[in-house]
């Protein structure tokens, strides 16, 4: 990224796992944009080995921690201030996990303590997360918290199981601290709602291949990637969206206001000729 929007600020991303992960992107892209920044994942993924590569090239402290536990949280924003010189102006959380989803259980016969397991990692980590950085007065005056998320925390989608109502805790989450962090601090808590992405979360999603593809023909703009989600994330970090906070944000090439497309419909048609001019351009309205 060539225009420096994060030139002297501090940042901590929780999430990356691999060069599939949109957190790896956005550490990548935060620190070509100016920003120091450490990264945190669970003890686990640490053990993958991965995440050194990323830490040894963006200069990058990695601090193991469980995400659902406050005292790990607690010494993630303590390290990371140490480490980076002062407070943090920007997180990531881009964390999820569903046991259900995993285990092939599904929405009508959900394990309950998996279910308290997926929100538990999934969106009361946010809370978690947020609710540390507070007490520690861990984030600058005007920071900025972004959370990942998805539309299934609206409507209803195949597969995605117990995921969506960890996604529509999430967003609420989001709210809430935004009220309270904003009236304090000028603290921006916003989601993001992502196209679905192939990472390492998503391939574990039944029916992920038929989902990119519908999901592509009915959004205008295509299926956003996790590259540009990245760019939209170092946007939100960035002093250009200091008034914007409490939001999901759709970032899915228009998918969250669409009904049905051309080439969604298509699929149940057998040519596009119908739909053409004198010229034969497809006419799409």
């Not at 409507?155 to 805790?169: E, H, P, S, V």
Request: hydrophobic residues 40%; aromatic residues 8%; charged residues 25%.
């Amino acid at each position: 990224m060539s225009i420096q929007l994060l030139e002297g600020k501090r940042g901590v991303i929780f999430g990356a796992l691999n060069e599939a992960s949109i957190a790896w992107k956005v550490a990548e892209k935060a620190v070509a944009a100016g920003a120091k920044i450490t990264l945190s994942n669970t003890p686990m993924a640490l053990r993958m080995g991965e995440l050194d590569a990323l830490g040894t090239k963006l200069n990058a402290k990695i601090i193991a921690a469980d995400a659902t536990n406050t005292e790990d949280l607690l010494n993630v924003f303590k390290e990371s201030m140490e480490v980076l010189g002062g407070k943090v102006d920007f997180v990531l959380h881009s964390i999820g996990m569903s046991p259900n989803v995993r285990k092939k259980h599904t929405y009508d016969d959900l394990d309950y303590d998996m279910l308290r397991q997926t929100l538990d990692i999934s969106a009361i980590s946010f809370h978690k997360m947020i609710q540390q950085a507070r007490k520690l007065d861990a984030i600058s005056e005007g920071g900025s918290i972004v959370a990942l998320s998805y539309v299934a925390s609206q409507r209803t989608f195949f597969g995605y199981n117990d995921m969506a109502d960890a996604k529509a805790l999430l967003e609420s989450i989001a709210r809430s601290f935004g009220y309270i962090y904003g009236r304090e601090k000028s603290v921006r808590v916003n989601t993001i709602s992502q196209s679905p992405t192939m990472t390492t979360a998503g391939a574990g999603i039944k029916g992920m291949n038929d989902l990119l593809d519908f999901s592509d023909k009915m959004s205008p703009l295509g299926n956003a990637t996790a590259d540009e989600c990245a760019d939209y994330c170092i946007v939100m970090f960035s002093d250009l969206t200091k008034k914007v906070t409490m939001q999901n944000l759709f970032h899915d090439g228009g998918f969250s206001s669409m009904g049905m497309s051309l080439r969604a419909m298509n699929q149940y048609s057998k040519s596009l000729d119908e739909f053409k001019d004198e010229q034969g351009r497809i006419i799409y309205g």
